[in-house]
């Protein structure tokens, strides 16, 4: 999955991350409920800052959490050489999970980046990629993306992957649906998505079993 960004769009996410969301307001039941699980954590003053960016290494570490990576077979490889994650990093062992797993990749040079924030479509395209992207056929993406008035500014790259969340029911929009992908991906939004896919996992209610006709 293609991930490089172009320099202008580094830049404008590092440099300018604060942004009026236009996704609509997080309940606040579904950061309770991504808390509570423990996929994410609060800062030390207690609060959770909704707006806030998801940097790499936090989507590393979210997706190790989210989806048990640390439990699969691939990560009895060889650690790999990343020279911008030290050992001491407090993701090291997450972004070297992601990495082994293929859930993220890195740069030219085995670069991670560690710090760079993630816009929607990166960050919607590898939950997808954990949770497993649905081989629509592309008319099926299309038609499941017809529906968002800013489709037509999902990466190519990213479209299956996004009709998979999408068709999932695990992506905030605004109001006109609009999904804002080149958009940074903010704390408050990873949250929707993880309290959706936490909702999913949770086991439904067995449909009750008629009673046994009396015998005559």
């Known amino acids: 999955m293609h991930q490089l960004l172009s320099t202008i769009t580094i830049v404008a996410i590092q440099y300018f991350p604060l942004r009026v969301n236009a996704q609509a307001a997080i309940p606040s039941d579904s950061i309770q409920q991504v808390v509570a699980a423990k996929l994410m954590t609060n800062y030390p003053d207690g609060n959770f800052y909704t ?21 699969r077979q691939a990560i009895s490889k060889e650690n790999l050489v990343v020279p911008d994650v030290a050992p001491s990093n407090p993701a090291f062992n997450d972004i070297q999970i992601v990495l082994k797993t293929e859930i993220m990749k890195g740069y030219r040079g085995n670069m991670f980046f560690p ?3 993630v816009t929607r479509a990166e960050a919607l395209a590898i939950f997808a990629q954990a949770y497993g992207v649905f081989q629509f056929p592309d008319d099926t993406v299309n038609e499941i993306l017809a529906s968002h008035p800013d489709a037509q500014t999902i990466p190519d790259w990213a479209k299956k992957a996004i009709a998979t969340v999408i068709s ?3 992506v905030n929009t605004d109001a006109q649906g609009n999904i804002a992908p080149l958009k940074p991906m903010t704390r408050g939004d990873m949250a929707y998505v993880l309290s959706k896919y936490l909702q999913r996992q949770q086991p439904q209610p067995e449909t009750p079993e008629a009673p046994a006709a009396p015998n005559r």
Not at 61 to 67: D, H
């Open 168 to 170: 999932e029911g695990f």
């Open 115 to 117: 710090n760079q924030k």
């Open 51 to 71: 707006e806030r960016l998801i940097s790499r290494a936090e989507l590393a570490s979210i997706m190790v959490k989210a989806f048990r990576l640390d439990k």
